[in-house]
């Protein structure tokens, strides 16, 4: 597998968190600067088009799906917005007359009443995800919301303490009505559609930033502020194996099936390519294979477009990195 570098744009004022694949082959990203911008891949050269603005920094966003149909963002200030296509305009991201949402609704992180807890005011939303009917949110006092997606905008079902210190992030079952948090206090936990534990992974020393399942949901692999990359049993929660795979936080992990590959991000500026069965390290993207190209500060979030077989990144430098995987021409 050949891997090189296809372009980057910049434009964002802060630290990139979060990356999705919009309509028609567009990428999306946000962050620190609170401002959701589209890419098109197809036109490296044009400028991204700035879709909304939130008020605050944003470290999740989810796009439109089977579940929901507008654009689903969570970050520094603990609400979540729900926004729909019809309600922004696309502008130049140079322009300075970026307009707030409309047609949009954003809820505390944690309202009063909650079915079980007490309110303790705003706190960030560091991941979403979907599982069963339901909209999940990890937040920063350790607690796990469900919301109701039956109506236009989601409203708060319930509310479930996971963890002595903040949820980072979600991961749901490819197969079974299961979402795998991971929380600060270096644990992985197993949860039911009713917010009950089901299973507990103990291994990791710092806060858990990334899960990945594997083979199906046979498999469970973290990474960690610790710097290592850990692979579990589900089942059982047996930890298999954990070892050192950054020289830093390994902020996030992602699937990369045409390659059978998994890709992780660090804080040491590196995007490690893995083997996905195997997790013998296969690739390395970091300024001293690619030094005009690579990133410069920690790398934040990764994400994988299949059709075009693209590897975008994101991180503290502002910028997200387009990198192309072929297959070699043998012919010559």
Known sequence: MEIYPLFQWPGH?????????????????AGGDGIVVAWNTSQPHNPGKAMFRLNSGIYILLPPSAHHAGWLAGGRNGELHSIFSDSYSHLPYSSTEIGDIHGSISAPGWPTPVSNGVATGKTPIHDLQFMGNWLWSAHGDGRLLRWNLEDRFPSIDAAFALAPSALRCLSTHPSAPHLASGSSDGKIRLTGEKGEILQEFVGHTLSVFSLLFLVGGKYLLSGSRDAHLAVWETESGKLLGRFPAHMGTLNHLVAIPE???????????????????????????????????????????LLWMPGQRHLLSAGDDRKIRVWQFSQPDLAN
Not at 13 to 29: E, H, I, M
């Open 13 to 29: 004022r802060d630290a990139v968190y979060t990356l999705a694949a919009g309509a028609n082959g567009q990428a999306v990203s």
């Open 259 to 301: 390659c059978g590959w998994v890709g992780s991000a660090g804080r040491d500026k590196e995007i490690r390519l893995w083997d996905a069965h195997s997790l013998e390290l296969r690739r390395v993207i970091n300024r001293e294979h690619f030094p005009q190209h690579a990133h410069t500060h920690s790398v934040n979030r």
